[in-house]
DNA sequence: CGTCTTTGACCCGCGC
DNA sequence: GCGCGGGTCAAAGACG
């Protein structure tokens, strides 16, 4: 296992990039840090081992990151005023972030210009309270006034002033933000609680719920496909119960789709059809024949009830046009995998027709039977561009890292399959969700979700604002929807049509800021693990095309506006900004174990 | 020695 | 029915 993570990660080569992993900056960006680069002998993944992800997530966040630049030490806080000199060696402590980045400019101006002269500088902007500041003049204070004259004692009373005002404002910027991300969470929570709510109401009503089917019996099973992870939050666990509940009547009930669904528990279980099944029973390969290929779970009817677990299976015909909803990113790399915070084993590469670049294959090691795929390949009109594909949904608590990824594809998948839903009913209404997702943007998105995999395509090689969604050319029916009314040209594919900020912002400064992460908090109930990928919260059957699919549409598009939500966001980041004095500050990283959210989805923001 | 990568072969579905 | 292409398997080799 050792060198198993770490060369997973990697693929064959030494140099894979990440995203959304702390040290995907590292590799990236040469960091700063030395600590950075212990990731041992592959950088990417994480260290090497399960634990990589996560502990090269600590390792960002614990050590902290050399001052930046921007800010010169800025103690502003009251309580550090008597330790001018000091300033920087706190600089990331929490007090520090109630400092305004106009104190910790006013300061580091002093600083340079002053010279020398020092501490009279950093005086006059440190001090803040009388009393500190007093203790500290009496050593230099005599030869400010010398020099300085008494346009000193005016200017430091007034910056004095100022501080403390930027202190207040500070503090309740920081109210205001604690009130703001507690509502989210709250309107998150409810949200999550009226989905839960449609699919049990959905499970009752869809249709047949076969004989067997006992709501009590379906927790340890989980699904594969599209259905929430078992490790996730509690959230999850929810929803895995109803959608188990599926599971269990796709079991007994409709033998088919066999292959769509296994138990966790019983990854040599049975049921599974056909010569497949020898290939599939080795533990790795059990999970994988029923989901990852499109041929057979597309293929067959039955799979789709993978895609939405609450379904009943009545609805099949709507479960078929259901498909497994892929995610692909595009990012411009050298390095022949993105780390995005999980585990890879490669399994098989293969020569795809139209691409004189080979695909790979790699399925998640992180947990075992973990029914996530992906697919790695260059791009054949830039091959700087690498595209990663992945599928299926985690059955495993993913790292921060991963998480990253699960949220932001989580968005684009759900926007994809409300669409493809809409779409197999004939009712395509991807406008809704796009501007849903993507309130702000002035790009345009396409949709479409005839073909076989509906994939949605974030592309995040036109930063900052690179996310696209779109669908394979291949693929027949596509919709391009205008955002904003902006519209770019043309083709569906790589052009420019590009998602909304949040998500291009937030893919794009995570590539710089590998330590940024999508707090789970904010995200996470959302993805549930996507693996990055895929949207968990399945999505109502599309059998009652107006209610349910309305629904969807609607809670994934609430969703999403909630996380994309410019004024939220922006307010967020206004709020950061202020705190952290800088989007550079690797600072940023610090939120990310501990949920606190928005700072991690703010810091990218204010990345740029 | 155990695990992972490589890679040819195989399976499957689809189109002709 | 045949060929093609996508996806996966599994033996062999590589790696630490």
Not at 73 to 92: H, I, K, L, S
Not at 282 to 290: A, D, I, K, L, V
Not at 297 to 324: F, G, H, W, Y
Request: glycine content about 6%; aromatic content about 4%; proline content about 7%.
């Amino acid at each position: 296992m050792d060198r198993g993570w770490g060369a997973l990660a990697l693929g064959s080569d030494r140099n894979p990039i990440s995203f959304f992993s702390p040290k995907s900056f590292t590799s990236r960006f040469k960091p700063v840090n030395s600590n950075a680069n212990s990731a041992g002998r592959d950088l990417m993944v994480g260290g090497g081992d399960r634990s990589s992800s996560s502990s090269s997530f600590r390792m960002f966040q614990a050590a902290p990151p050399s001052p930046p630049p921007d800010h010169g030490g800025d103690n502003n806080d009251n309580d550090n005023d008597n330790r001018v000199a000091v300033d920087e060696v706190d600089f990331f402590s929490d007090r520090h972030q109630k400092t305004t980045t106009n104190s910790v400019n006013i300061k580091k101006e002093n600083s340079h210009e002053e010279a020398l002269n020092v501490n009279i500088g950093l005086h006059l902007l440190t001090a803040n309270t009388g009393s500190d500041q007093s203790t500290v003049d009496d050593g230099v204070s005599s030869d400010m006034e010398d020099k300085r004259g008494k346009t000193s004692t005016t200017e430091l009373s007034q910056l004095q002033v100022d501080l403390q005002k930027m202190n207040l404002e500070n503090q309740k910027l920081k109210e205001m933000l604690s009130q703001v991300t507690s509502n989210y969470h709250a309107l998150q929570m409810h949200l999550v609680a009226l989905m839960q709510h449609q699919q049990q109401n959905q499970i009752v009503e869809g249709g047949k719920l076969s004989d067997d089917k006992k709501p009590e019996s379906m927790v340890p099973r989980q699904f594969l496909d599209l259905g929430p992870s078992a490790a996730a939050a509690e959230i999850d666990h929810e929803v895995s119960n109803n959608i188990s509940s599926s599971e269990e009547r796709t079991q007994s009930g409709t033998p088919p789709n066999k292959t769509d669904i296994v138990s966790l528990d019983q990854d040599n279980s049975s049921i599974r059809d056909g010569k497949r099944i020898n290939r599939e029973e080795s533990p790795e390969s059990e999970t994988q024949g029923g989901n990852w290929g499109p041929n057979k779970a597309q293929k067959l009817n039955n799979s789709t009830a993978a895609v939405a677990p609450a379904k009943s299976i009545d609805q099949s015909s709507a479960e078929a046009t259901m498909r497994k909803a892929r995610v692909s990113v595009r990012a411009r790399s050298e390095a022949p995998m993105i780390t995005d915070g999980c585990q890879w084993r490669k399994y098989g590469q293969k020569m795809a027709k139209g691409n004189p670049c080979p695909r790979a294959y790699y399925r998640c090691t992180m947990a075992v039977g973990c029914p996530v795929r992906k697919q790695v390949q260059r791009c054949a009109d830039d091959r700087t561009i690498l595209i990663t594909t992945y599928e299926g949904n985690h059955n495993h608590p993913l790292p921060p890292a991963a998480m990253a990824m699960a949220s932001t594809t989580t968005a684009a998948a759900s926007m994809l399959l409300s669409g493809s839903m809409s779409s197999a009913d004939g009712i395509m209404n991807p406008n809704l969700l796009a501007r849903a997702i993507l309130p702000c943007s002035s790009s345009m998105a396409t949709i479409s979700a005839s073909a076989p995999f509906p994939t949605v395509t974030l592309d995040l090689t036109h930063s900052p604002n690179p996310l696209q969604f779109q669908q394979r050319p291949s693929q027949q029916t596509q919709f391009q929807v205008p955002f904003g009314g902006g519209v770019s040209g043309g083709s569906n594919v790589s052009t420019s049509q590009q998602l909304p900020q949040i998500f291009g912002q937030t893919l794009y400064n995570q590539s710089k800021f590998s330590g940024l992460q999508l707090s789970q908090d904010i995200m996470g109930p959302i993805s549930h693990q996507l693996g990055g990928h895929q949207f968990t919260p399945p999505p109502p059957p599309s059998l009652h095309p107006p209610q349910s699919s309305s629904f969807a549409d609607t809670v994934s598009a609430a969703t999403a506006a909630i996380t994309a939500d410019p004024n939220f966001t922006a307010a967020l980041a206004a709020a950061i900004t202020s705190i952290i004095g800088g989007a550079n500050n690797p600072y940023n990283n610090n939120n990310s174990n501990n949920t606190t959210n928005t700072s991690n989805k703010i810091g990218s923001f204010s990345g740029n």
